[in-house]
Each structure stands twice: as C-alpha cells, then as structure tokens.
C-alpha cells in the first residue's frame, strides 16, 4: 500500500541551518516527502536556498507559504520562541505541522496547540528524529524482552561549544541554551525507554554571566521503577552518550541522538559478565539510514492514512512539563514535582 500513495506535498517554514543542511536533504530522499517550497522573510535569501536545493518554489514572507493551495504540511525550524505561533498558523492555514523541538517553551504554551490541532484537524508533532531512528527502537525493544533484566537506570550526556553571543542558542530571550537545545534528548529517550514519566526532578543549572543561558546542567528524573540522570552543555568538548541500566545488563548507544546519515550506528549490549577490562558487551549494528528521512516518512504516512501520531501533541506537552520543572529546580535548589494534569 506504502508504495501506490503518493508522496506529502511539503514547504519549509524559514531557511534555518538544520533545515538546509540536514532535514531538507535527508526529507527529499524520502519516499513519502515532496518538498515544494521554502520560505525567508528575505526572498532573495528564499530563492538563493530554493536554487541550492531544488525546491521549486520561494517565498519571500512565511504568510505566502500558507496561503499557498499546494502544500499540505509545513517544517517549522524557527527560533523557539517562534514555534507555537507560527505552528497554529500554519494549522489554521489547513497545514499539517512537524516542529522542531522544543515544541515551546513552556508546557502551558505546548498545551494551546492541542486547542488548535482540535479545530483544525491537522497534524502537529514535535520533530525528535531519534525516536524514528532503529537503534532507538532496538534498544525499547531489548527492554520490553527483558534483556537487561528490570530497566532502573539511564544516564546521558550531551555537550557542544558555542560561545557566539548573536547565535540563537545563546539568546536567553528566544528560548536559547542547553535543556532547551540538547538536554530535551536525554528526557525524551529516557522516558521512551521507561514508557513512563517522572514523578519529580531535581536540576542544578549554571548559567553564562553575560548570556543569562544555561551552560552546563544535570538532572535526575524520578520514575517509579528507576531513574535518570543526564548533564548537558554547550561550553564543553562535544560528545554524546547514553547509557540504559538493567538488573541484568546495559544497552550504550554510542552516537544516540546525532546518528550519522553517513555510515552504521551501534548499541552495545552487555550482561556484564567480562572483567573490568575484559569486555564482555555484544555490538548490534544498523544499516546506514538518515534518522530525519525517516521522521519525514513517518509523518508524511500519518497524514496520507489518516493513522494517529505515535508521538501526538500530548507527548510533547509532557516533556515540557519536565522541562519547566527542572528549572524550577535550578531556581528553588530542591525536588520539583511534574505537572500530570492534561
């Protein structure tokens, strides 16, 4: 059936980097994605990306790029402070919307699109590609057969460095630094492994004297049948990481939210049955794939079978309810409870 339906008629909401230079590309090889226009509020800028990656069309406002017939779902890559508004709009225009995250920046501003995907009965969801990589499946699969015995632990780190104060990720006022940014990916997979929510978190945050942006940031999310810990920053050495404990076992994802669209990915499975320096750890290796060919793919088929969202709205609300508590936490230094309400 997948091969007969014909592929989403897709436009760009702006000419951000990741979109240029990762999701466009990686959306264009899709089988189920047509990317047909691109939008700047500078048409020059839109025509100069739209000749560069043969988008057929430009647009030189966001307005225009809704107000045309042809699209039907829009890739929202605007700076974070810009993603709510911009993601009701294009509903309201009758888009469907895949987001990058943070969907917003508060769990209460996540929660108005819910009203708007209601109205309008478009799709909206949050754009974390690592959920739609393999790996990420294999390793939630490995612990739903029990590999690793009781799941009770992950842990996670996930730094870079920037330290260009006009750089969105650096503007505090926009939505900038690095829970926003890079910390989202440690409680996102976490709570994908566990199939569950934390309870309560505790965060301790520093932030850039003159940028007012978190730096560096650690956290324990509290769940009922273990716990997570992760560190983030975006003044450190870059590296990535994350590590999922069992009673029986572990599962490391060794490249676990940039996988490489270039060559194969690998986890490791170990029963920690090796010596300290003996290692004992099984490699499982993935075939070469673009994590955001397949979030594209995914989205594009939902649209085209009317199937619900693996990863609705409501989901995306649930993180950012993890977010904002973890700093309240940096502020009040204790545990702060997650919001359950819906």
Known sequence: MESSLEPVRWGILSTAKIGREKVIPAMQQGRMCNVVAIASRDLDRAKQVAADLKIPKAYGSYEELLADPEIEAIYNPLPNHLHVPWSAKAAEAGKHVLCEKPLALTA???????????RT??????????RHHPQWRRVRELVREGRIGRLRATQGFFSYTNLDPANIRNRADIGGGGIYDIGCYPITTSRFVF???PKRVMALIERDLEMKTDRLASA???FDEGQASFACSTQLVPYQRMQVFGTKGRIEVEIPFNAPPDRPCRIFVDDGSGAPSTSSAVTETFETMDQYTAQGDDFSMAVRTGEPLEFPIENAVRNMRII???FRSGESGQWEQVETTS
């Not at 209460?108 to 009203?115: G, S, W």
């Not at 009965?121 to 690592?130: D, P, S």
């Open 108 to 118: 209460e501003e996540a929660q108005t699109l819910i009203a708007v995907r209601d």
């Open 121 to 130: 009965g478009k799709l909206i969801e949050e754009a974390f590609m690592v």
């Open 195 to 197: 199939e569950a929510e």
């Open 220 to 222: 324990i999310l509290d």
């Open 324 to 326: 904002d508590a973890l």
